[in-house]
Nanobody, 121 residues
Framework: QVQLSESGGGLVQPGGSLRLSCTASGRILRTNEMGWYRQAPGKQRELVAMFTNGGGTNYADSVKGRFTLSRDNAKNTVYLQMNSLKPEDTAVYYC???????????????WGQGTQVTVSP
């Protein structure tokens, strides 16, 4: 079984920075997709940034130029560097991933437990 472990959330002032980390553990043969969604109170969960199966990276328009997604494949970890944070970035951030876990093509997909990011003076 695969587990996702997130860290790095917290309280930051507008204009500040945070870095989120998500590490996957378990039997993983290949990462298909891995990245971050967020959910603000009263709103639907939305994509923030994602490494896609095709090798590209997708960012929400609202975070382009401010957030950067990176990864350490050896550690099965993705990072979300968030700069120039705004109050509207306040949300619970969830790691999302899909992995190939068996040579027969079996995949695993799931979410982390979420980490709170609060941007406030």
């Amino acid at each position: 079984q695969v587990q996702l472990s997130e860290s790095g959330g917290g309280l930051v002032q507008p204009g500040g920075s945070l870095r989120l980390s998500c590490t996957a553990s378990g039997r993983i043969l290949r990462t298909n997709e891995m990245g971050w969604y967020r959910q603000a109170p009263g709103k639907q969960r939305e994509l923030v940034a994602m490494f896609t199966n095709g090798g590209g990276t997708n960012y929400a328009d609202s975070v382009k130029g401010r957030f950067t997604l990176s990864r350490d494949n050896a550690k099965n970890t993705v990072y979300l560097q968030m700069n120039s944070l705004k109050p509207e970035d306040t949300a619970v951030y969830y790691c999302d991933a899909e992995f190939l876990i068996d040579q027969d093509g079996t995949t695993w997909s799931g979410w982390g437990q979420g980490t709170q990011v609060t941007v406030s003076p």
